[in-house]
């Protein structure tokens, strides 16, 4: 079965309060985007990628794949205005013969290979996957005007993570249901879990953090200083 990268790059960063682009942006003198691939690239998962990202960063990271990943073949396509939009215009660009589609963030650049590996077996088994950790934080559900209204049990709590992975069939069919009804998720394995579909939980890493805010890239360039990633 062959499987294909599929990974969205088109977020501006805004949180981030960079003057580039969230996978352009500088981590320990490399951009973000090439840690986060590196971690594909050593499971030979480059082959067939697609990055999708903001038209007017397309040359740009396409240099900067061909300079890094020569042998690669990426594809660097346009993305959308928001997440979901930039991962089902990377789903229309999939090849015919994939069957296995693995979807990751370009803002997790310490992905463990052996994660990505569980997430595609799983995705095999299963029919969809998501990454995730267990909750070790008591969540809170405030209402409009911050009143605490719920403390749901943590017990069956995880934190979201990608990779998410899946049968191609299955999440492409989940992406056009859900912009067939104008629903706007947050992740993809949600989207299968809206039409009946069951997603298995694949055990992540704490390590496997989304750069979002500066001190998440604080985080992540102590990481990378400690050889913690
Ligand atoms: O903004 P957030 O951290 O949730 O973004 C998660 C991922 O989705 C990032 O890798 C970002 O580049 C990507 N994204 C995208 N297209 C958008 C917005 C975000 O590909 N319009």
């Known amino acids: 079965m062959s499987v294909q990268l599929v990974m969205p790059a088109a977020g501006l960063g805004v949180r981030l309060g960079a003057s580039r682009p969230k996978a352009l ?3 320990q003198g490399r951009p973000l985007l090439e840690h986060t691939l590196d971690r594909f690239a050593s499971l030979d998962l480059l082959s067939r990628a697609i990055i999708v990202a903001a038209p007017e960063h397309i040359e740009e990271i396409s240099s900067l794949i061909l300079a890094t990943y020569p042998q690669s073949d990426c594809r660097v396509i346009e993305g959308g205005s928001v997440r979901q939009e930039s991962v089902l215009l990377g789903l229309n660009a999939l090849e015919d013969d994939t069957s296995i589609v693995i979807i990751h963030d370009a803002a997790r650049p310490f992905a463990p290979p052996a994660i990505i590996e ?20 008591t969540i809170l559900v405030g209402d409009e005007e911050q009143w605490l209204i719920d403390t749901p049990d943590r017990s069956c709590l995880w934190y979201c993570q ?14 056009e249901a859900a912009r067939k009804d104008g629903h706007k998720g947050t992740d993809d ?15 992540g890493s704490p390590f496997n953090l989304k750069v979002t805010t500066p001190s998440d890239l604080l985080w992540a360039s102590l990481a990378i200083e400690k050889e913690l990633v």
């Open 25 to 27: 942006v500088e981590l």
């Open 118 to 137: 569980a997430s595609i077996e799983a995705a095999r088994e299963y029919g969809a996957a998501t990454v995730a950790t267990p909750c070790v934080d």
């Open 162 to 175: 990608t990779p998410q992975t899946f049968q191609r069939d299955l999440i492409v069919a989940a992406h």
């Open 189 to 203: 394995a949600t989207l299968v879990l809206r039409m009946g579909g069951r997603v298995r939980i694949v055990e």
